[in-house]
């Protein structure tokens, strides 16, 4: 009689494992310099060999060549044998208190800290969608039932403010009455923003022209009769429909235009990114500069006094081996945060090398600048440039661009000459900007136009690179006036 067994077997295989510290090291590398900055302050509370020095004190670099012989030397002294760490955690007590009191009275480090102060407070908590709804529900004059309902369907939406879920599911996944939950909805659509709780687009926008008093306009017409060809933007078909004017139309179109299409966005959690440049490039004398932006990122040093303590040989075994530890824990944070710094600016070296036109040149250009090609000189991986430059910001004489910018492909002309991605994008752009638009250019037209000055691609790259910009295709570029 055959069943379920359990069956042991054994088998080799190979993985790749990172270790703890080459872990630390890929995290500090592609941090941006805020999340450095609390990386590090999180090791300064952790380690207690590691200590913070001045903003304008020595540099990173020069106090990793300080420590390097020093403590090498007294590594090799250390022999112990004991299990009390009560000395140290007295002596890590005593030192936290004296390190207070001496940046209490330290004019430089109270500098510091208002500098740090400053960027942290720039940083504003906006408040979420669902919070700023819930706290529209206590506000409002209802049964407890009701507001218990309505705080269900707030945790409902989606990014944009819809209610994708019928009232009818959500009472059944709840297991609450049925016939609440449509109250409830109507007044969730009374909320601030307006348009909140809609099921869609059409409704998001007809809730939004009805609060406004503006049911018998075209514009609402429009959205409410004719909504499959608005989306089409087929304004002769909506004119012969709703019998008016195609330049009436046009004008409704405007109108709903102003609209919001999703209420929600405007409380993403992403709307709170603060751009703090990680690298500074300008000309100073006819010579380009890089300066790397240090001022947040706290510089540290291995404690003198604890260096001290071990070079004594009066502590035990277990202490010493605690010491030692953090010790080269904190060595090799300071060389990591080196070894970020330099990558950093070899790969600003090496951008301004291959990217001359977008420097020199009054209107940016780029040249196509692959990662392989900056790995290959600065001497490493592919994969290290990537996570070099994830998270990074440049600013130029042009503005403050992402160091991933400046990486595209691209194509070759007629002439011979290497142009880029974004370049063409960019071309594109133009060209319909500069359109009739009663008879906007088409995308084949727009492949004849790029052909004459030499460069040779494809129909379906046109309708690519304008659908990444957010511009619409031909028939619905067209206004009718």
């Known amino acids: 009689m055959s069943g379920p067994f359990i069956h042991q077997s054994q088998k080799q295989t190979q993985s790749l494992t990172i270790a703890p510290q080459l872990q630390n090291s890929l995290k500090i590398l592609q941090a941006a310099s805020f999340d450095l900055r609390t990386t590090i302050l999180t090791e300064l509370q952790r380690n207690p060999l590691l200590e913070e020095l001045p903003i304008d004190s020595v540099s990173v670099e020069a106090e990793s060549e300080l420590i390097q012989d020093d403590t090498d030397s007294r590594e090799q002294e250390l022999e112990f044998d004991s299990d009390d760490f009560s000395v ?18 330290s004019g430089s480090d109270q500098a510091t800290q208002e500098r740090r102060d400053h960027f942290l407070n720039s940083l504003t908590q906006n408040e979420s969608l669902q919070q700023h709804l819930i706290d529209q529900v206590s506000l409002t004059d209802c049964d407890d039932s009701l507001k218990e309902i309505l705080i269900l369907i707030i945790g409902s939406l989606d990014e944009n403010g819809y209610l994708k879920e019928s009232t009818s599911n959500l009472a059944l996944q709840f297991n609450l009455p049925f016939h609440l939950f449509p109250e409830a909805l109507e007044i969730l659509k009374a909320f601030d923003p307006v348009g909140i709780g809609a099921k869609d687009l059409q409704e998001c926008l007809l809730i939004q022209l009805s609060k406004k008093g503006k049911e018998d306009t075209l514009a609402y017409s429009i959205i409410d009769k004719a909504y499959p060809l608005l989306l089409r933007r087929r304004i002769q078909e909506i004119a012969k429909h709703l019998k008016t004017s195609d330049e009436a139309v046009q004008l409704a179109l405007e109108e709903i235009a102003l609209y919001d299409p999703s209420p929600g966005k405007r409380f993403s959690p992403d709307s709170n990114t603060v751009i703090e440049p990680d690298i500074n490039i300008y000309l ?14 706290p510089k540290l040093r291995i404690s003198q006094k604890y260096k001290d303590l071990l070079a004594q040989g009066s502590l035990s075994k277990k202490e010493k081996e605690y010491l030692i530890e953090n010790m080269r824990s904190g060595k090799f944070l300071i060389n990591s945060i080196e070894q970020r710094q330099n990558t950093l600016k070899n790969i600003s070296e090496k951008i301004i090398h291959f990217q001359p036109d977008f420097f020199v040149k009054k209107n940016p250009k780029l040249s196509p600048l692959t990662m392989q090609a900056i790995a290959e000189v600065v001497g490493v991986h592919e994969t290290t440039i990537s996570r070099a430059i ?20 691209g194509y070759k002309s007629d002439t011979g000459e290497n142009i880029a991605n974004r370049s063409i994008k960019e071309k594109i752009e133009k060209i319909i900007q500069k359109e009739d638009s009663k008879k906007p250019i088409s995308d084949q037209a727009i492949v004849n136009l790029l052909k004459e000055e030499g460069i040779k691609i494809a129909r379906r790259t046109v309708a690519k690179y304008r659908e990444q910009q957010g511009i619409l295709a031909t028939h619905l570029r067209r206004r009718f006036d």
């Open 88 to 105: 140290l955690e007295k002596m890590s007590d005593d030192y936290s208190n004296y390190e207070a009191s001496e940046r209490s009275i």
């Open 284 to 297: 100073d004398e006819d010579k380009w500069k890089i300066e790397l932006n240090n001022e947040y990122i």
């Open 390 to 409: 994830a998270n990074k910001f440049v600013k130029t004489h042009h503005g403050v661009f992402p160091l991933k910018h400046f990486f595209n492909t």
